[in-house]
Structures are given as C-alpha cells and as structure tokens.
C-alpha cells in the first residue's frame, strides 16, 4: 500500500483540499441501499471491509500531514479541544499503546516503534517525530500521552469511563467534529451526550448500543459509519467556532453546489482499553464533494435517491435545509435509474477520466 | 486487530502452594507478547480432557501489564466441574492448551478515594492484581482476607510482599466485623468482594444497611457466556444442527453451511432475528423487547440459547 501523502492542504478559509482517484475509490460510503434511516449499525471490526478504508485497525490516508497540521492550529487557538479528566491517566498509556502499535503494524515504512523494556522509542517520519520516553511516566513526553500521540492522528478520539453501568465520556481530543463540543460533553453519561440526536431515542437506539458497549471485549473492537453534510473541505466545524463556519451554509449556489457541499462520513471504531477498562471511540472523518463522489456511477445514483427521500427530522439534524434542494436537482443528472448494487463497495476499479 | 480465541499458550511452570492450590504460569506458545492482562482480570483456559473438553475461568494474579506470561492460582475442587481436577493431575510443564483473551468484569473504580479490598479463600486471586495496580498508582486501599484457620500462613505467604500496607488476614468469618469495617470508612469509598456467594451477599446486605450506593459495591462475576449444548431443528429441511457449551447458536448454523445475516453479533442489532416455531429460547439479547421475549417467537441466534434440549427455527 504505497499512499502519495499531500502536503500543502488546508482546511480552512483559503481552502485546498481534492482527492486523488484512489482516494476516491477508498472512501468509505456509507449507504448501503438507497433510503437511509438509523439503526445499530455496529459490526466487528475485523480488518478489511468494502472498501480499503477497512484495512488497518486505525486508517490514515492521502490527508494525514495536512490533518495534523490543522489540529495543531486549532489547539494553538484552542488548547480545551483535547481534555482528559485526571482518573483516567491508565486509559491515556493504553491509548498511546494501541495507536503506536497499530501505526507501526499496519504502516512500518513511516511509523516504526522500538522498545527496551518500559523505554520506548517512537519515529513518525511522516511528521519527523522521534521521541524516547518512558513508558507510565508523562513527564517524559512533551504532552501528556494521550494529546501526544492523538495530534499524531488523522479524525477525533474520545474516551468513555465504564462505571454505574454508564460510560461516562471523561476524555477527548475533539477538533475536526460535526457540531458537538468536548468541553461541553465532557463528563456526561452516554444519554446525555446522545441528548440532541432525533428519532434514536424513541427506537431504542442508544438503550441497546449501551448495552452492547458495556459488554464490548478487549481484543474484539466494533465500527459503524455516521455521515453529515458540510459546506467546504472545513474540519473544525465546532459550535466554539460556529461564526466562522455557519455563514457558509448562505454561500451555496445551484452553480458551485456540486463543488462545494461534502459529504462527511465518520468510520468510527471502538475499542477495549485493556489496562482501564476504559473504551476508546475514534472519529476518523472523511470528505468528499458530490462531484467526486458521482465520479462512482452507482455513488451517484444512490446518493441522489437518498437526500431525494430523507426523513425530515434527519434533514434537519444533519443541517441539509438551506441546500438539499439544490443538491438533488444538481445529483439528479448522475440518476438514470438504473437499479444499485446491495452495499457500499464502489463497483468499478478505475474512474472515468 | 481482532485477537482470535483461544490463544495457544504453553504451561512454563507449575508450582504446588498448598495441598490443594497450585501457581501456573503460562507463556503464549509461538514465544511473542501475549495481549495485557489488567487488574481484576480473567481468562478461560479450555482444557481437551475426556469426551468434552473444559473451560474454566480463572483470575490473573500476575502483574497487571505484563505480557510475557499470565500467573493464575487453581483450587483443586471437589465439585462437578473436572476442569480443576484436570489441572492438579493431568497438566504438566510444557503442556500447551487454549486460553481466551483476558476480560475483565471486576476492573478498579479509578475514581474511588478509596479502595476497601475483601477476599474470602480463593477469592483473594483477582485481588492479588489489584494489589500492585492500586500501589503503583498511589492509592489508598485496605484489605481483608477471610481464610479457613489451616490456611492463613498461606494467605499471608501470598500477601506477604504488599504486608507494610493495611493488608490483614483473618481466621473465619467469625474473626471479622463486616459492619464494623464497612461503617468506618471514609464517604467515596468503593468496596470490591470475591469469594464465596454466602460471603458476596453478606457485604452487599451490610453495606445496603449502612447506607452505602450499590455503585460502590462490586462483586466478582465471571459473566455467563455458553451454556448447555442443545440441538437446533431447522423447520424447513428437519436438519438438525448441534450447539455446542462454548458455541453461539449463530456460530454453529455458519459451521453447518447455514447462512444468517448477522452484524454486530453481541444482541443489539437485530439483524440475525430469526422465527422460533418450537422449543423456548432463553434470551440474552437487549434488542427484543420483554413482551417479545417472553412469547419466544423470536431469537437473536448470536447470544440467546435454549431452555431445553430442542430449539426449532423457521429456517
């Protein structure tokens, strides 16, 4: 797996953000058929999937320098995007473990992770990172264990304490999310935290994905896929920073549509802290425009037949009502009507030109 | 990513503690790292003794984080279950068997003030983890060991490196005042029990007495996974297909070549519901509802099992 790593991107105003064919090829689509309602959606998380943004236990793409680097921009304006309550430093070092090992399994030509004892030597030659530390001891790192290795990754992480038959969501580093805040968030129980989502709660929907997590087994981490919609290539669309990224949404032409309204899906991963019993959540976010997505014929019918036929609640959840007209009408070109293919896997090998 | 059960792991060493108990140590078998054992941990270790094979579970008394071996303490039981007899007397250094990946059901409350620690006999294992985890991490912990009068040089052999700290052993039930304990400690206490089920209810009921939220009481459980074997009918072909004790009905109808949806297989999803059209499920979802479940003309073949020897399915 050889990954053509971008270098000048930005996520923000002055935005420079495309992907490649390939990047393209690999998203992670998350419709499975052509309607879209909420389920429990949750799967092993075995490695490989449909498509290869399945492959490694954490997956990093054409976008990690340029994702790095704006989470260290929005950490230097904001450094309460990464919190971690003081009980759970033990689920800090599992989280760095499992990161390291994983980056240094799955990526070895850019990652490597050598260890003498409790003294382990890190290298991201990726980054150009290359520390020594001690493994249990944070005043060897230059930040704490979990922010060091978390701004060493592409998408969001949370970690959820298991107590009083709850999670509790008592640490996080938080700066490329949909609309939620950590500093907020941080301390409530899995209800609470889920509070603004429509229609789940009356399905059960976090009554039986409690019970399934609080039973989730180190060693047998879970995944599912969760989307929205953004307008430009932004990360950081956070309500701290709605002012800068909610007028956006009034930029939106039947013109420019195509180009500028994203799809963002989140492969989102859970795992088992061995030493905590804590459970790390991974965000992992990917974008892509619509006219990147259509560049998949069957991407391009599905997606036009799902915003054509979404339940209100949800548009209005997923923030679709200022554009969703002028997306069908744009998404309506790619749909000949021609039936789709069950699950999400692209179907073809190349793009058209 | 995902660790396959069970792990092969070889016997290293066998060391006889008392008449009846004995230490394994227990390497993984190809020599790497084996995935980490934490504080209140356990594994099963299966067993291919006799015409089935056993599975028993055992707490971790290694140190919590290692990963060269997992320590374990067996008592030899007289009970019904031969998988300990099996240990004492057939297991040998250098035998090599299957054990699960460790899980954890007691772990340490990391937001207790403090950590009240009772063992009663055996039931001093998962506590014996606890012991380092809670010292490395400068905690402050109290610990009672309730043991038979013959054992207790045993006991405090076993707690002998952890002695400078408020680490006591006690001869019988007799010889120490639950309540009395329980009520002198400071508010933001959380007590863990694990020994005898008479002993577990005792201190649950003490500490309901005084006062104390059930969430800072914990109880050792092992959790139920398997169960009894049972035969499954499929309705439409009368094929019958067995169930093994260590086996989900979801599995063994994928063995047979008997394809289920199926997605988050743990019993939230929904997605491997199936019609009964015979026998009574015993549930162990939390996707049906409790109407649902008790009608039982529906199972989630991923988690639930049979209440008798013939489940029958409309498959």
Known sequence: MSIAFKTDEIFRDGFRYANSDAAILRFPFPFVEDSYMYSVNIEPHVRGGPTPAFDAVLDIDEHYIGECRERALVLAQDPNRCMVLPHMMAAQWDTLELIMESLAADYPDHFQLGKDGDRWTWRNRLLNIEDSFVFGAPETLPFEPFEYITRQMQGDFTLQDQRDGNLYMDGGMVTSQADWSLEFDLGMTFHEWHGPVPLAHDLGVFDRALQYLLRLQYGRPVRRLNWTMTVNPRLDTSPENYPLWGPDRTTVTPENVGDKLHLRVELQTLYRLPRSNAILFSVRAYLASMNELARVPKWGRRLHRVLRDIDPALEDYKGLGRYRRMAIEHLAQFDDGAPTGKGIAPEVDVLPA | ?315
């Open chain 2, 1 to 315: 990513m995902i660790r396959h059960d069970p792990l092969a792991v070889r016997v290293a060493a066998i060391e006889p503690l008392s008449a009846t108990l004995k230490r394994l140590t227990l390497e993984s078998a190809d020599g790497g790292a084996l995935p980490i054992g934490s504080a209140g941990a356990h594994v099963s270790l299966i067993l291919e003794g006799g015409d089935r094979p056993f599975r028993n579970a055992y707490s971790l008394v290694s140190m919590p984080g290692e990963r060269g071996c997992y320590e374990l303490i067996v008592r030899r039981t007289a009970g019904s279950r031969g998988g300990s007899a099996f240990i004492h007397e057939r297991l040998g250094e250098g035998s090599v068997i299957g054990a699960t990946v460790p899980h954890n059901l007691f772990p340490i409350q990391r937001h207790a003030r403090k950590h009240l620690l009772i063992g009663g006999g055996i039931g001093i294992t998962p506590l014996l983890s606890y012991l380092p985890a809670l010292r490395q991490g400068g905690e402050r912990l109290e610990l009672h060991q309730i043991s038979a009068r013959d054992e207790v040089p045993l006991f405090e052999n076993l707690l002998a490196p952890h002695a400078a700290h408020d680490v006591h052993v006690h001869a019988g039930r007799g010889a120490l005042d639950l309540s009395a304990l329980l009520a002198r400690q400071p508010l933001g206490t959380h007590v863990y029990v694990c020994g005898p089920a008479a002993l577990m209810d005792h201190v649950e009921a003490a500490a309901a007495a005084l006062g104390w939220p059930a969430s800072r009481v914990h109880r050792e459980n092992f959790g139920a996974a398997g169960g009894d074997p049972f035969t499954l009918r499929l309705a439409r072909s009368g094929r019958e297909i067995a169930v093994g004790p260590d086996q989900s009905m979801l599995d063994a109808l994928e063995a047979a070549g008997v394809p289920v949806p199926s997605l988050c297989r743990g019993g939230a999803c929904g997605e491997c519901l199936t019609k009964v059209t015979g026998g009574v499920p015993e549930h162990r979802d939390h996707y049906l509802t409790d109407l649902e479940k008790a009608e039982g003309a529906l199972v989630m073949p991923c988690v639930s099992r049979a209440k008798n020897d013939l489940l029958v399915l409309d498959l």
